[in-house]
């Protein structure tokens, strides 16, 4: 798997879009950007994904550049529900998820 | 709804036990996956299989082992608990082949005295 660093924290004021980059330079072509999320106290909750397209759901959107180096994970009106720690991976959608630190976000009202 | 479940979600146990701590998934899921959770070290890869039979172990499994009977079920065993092994614990389950998601669930929070 793909090694990913991710800054340690971040805050982001509430109503606000909350922007959290993951660089994974070492990334090869069939690994995947996964987005992960961890809320206090309970288990990860899957986020979004993606290959090289830039990708959208209900819960955030995944811009990733061109050359794949680097993504940004987008939470486009940050509550203070989205406080938590968020875990940025690059894996072949088959293998097992590694983590890592993760970024921990503070939404702040 | 399908779901992922673990039991108990909270045990305290002497040192040198014996402890099982139960993971149930009603997906149908063929992966499944054991982490523990330390303050300071984030979440470890203990055990996983990728289906019946099927075991591996991850980054941290010296103390645990598990068994894969059916697709349902992936419990962990601690052999003889440890002071060190005092942890919050997580399963997940992932279908097989190409899907992306993996699915946790609630953890159990396991003390050794």
């Known amino acids: 798997d793909a090694k990913t660093t991710q800054p340690t924290s971040m805050d982001c004021a509430e109503g606000r879009a909350a922007n959290l980059p993951c660089n994974h330079s070492?990334?090869?072509?069939?690994?995947?950007v996964y987005w992960y999320r961890q809320i206090h106290s309970q288990g990860p909750q899957y986020i979004i994904h993606g290959l090289k397209n830039n990708e959208t759901n209900e819960m955030a959107s995944l811009i990733i550049t061109e050359d794949r180096k680097s993504s940004t994970l987008i939470l486009p009106h940050a509550t203070l529900r989205d406080t938590a720690v968020y875990y940025c991976i690059a894996k072949t959608s088959y293998d097992k998820v590694i983590f890592g630190p993760g970024t921990s976000l503070s939404v702040i009202p | 709804d399908a779901e992922i479940t673990q039991s108990p979600r909270h045990k305290i146990t002497e040192t040198g036990r014996q402890v099982t701590l139960a993971c149930h998934q009603t997906w149908n899921h063929n992966n499944m996956f054991w982490y523990r959770q330390d303050l300071g070290h984030g979440l470890r890869l203990i055990h996983y299989?990728?289906?019946?039979?099927?075991?591996n172990k991850g980054e941290v499994s010296d103390g645990y082992s598990v068994s894969r009977s059916n697709t349902e079920d992936l419990p962990l065993t601690l052999e003889s608990a440890a002071s060190s092994q005092t942890s919050v614990y997580f399963c997940a389950s992932q279908s097989g082949g190409s899907s992306y998601e993996q699915y946790f669930g609630p953890g159990t929070r396991l003390t050794v005295t």
């Open positions: 070492t990334i090869s072509g069939n690994e995947y």
């Open positions: 299989s990728y289906g019946v039979q099927d075991t």
